[in-house]
């Protein structure tokens, strides 16, 4: 389990992330960009994201 500095520093991580995505020229763009970042690293903890992906 994170340790409370760490739960913290993912959230600060998040939010900055939505705020770029927010605030971005080119909102798609920024969207698929933050999803890649995302999805390869939960795939290095082998989470396969497709199971996790909206139809």
Not at 1 to 12: A, D, F, S, V, W
């Amino acid at each position: 389990m994170p340790g409370e500095k760490e739960m913290i520093n993912q959230l600060i991580d998040a939010y900055a992330n939505l705020q770029r995505i927010k605030n971005a020229e080119n909102v798609e763009k920024e969207l698929e960009y933050q999803l890649r970042l995302v999805r390869a690293k939960l795939e290095s903890f082998g989470i396969v994201t497709s199971d996790l992906d909206l139809k």
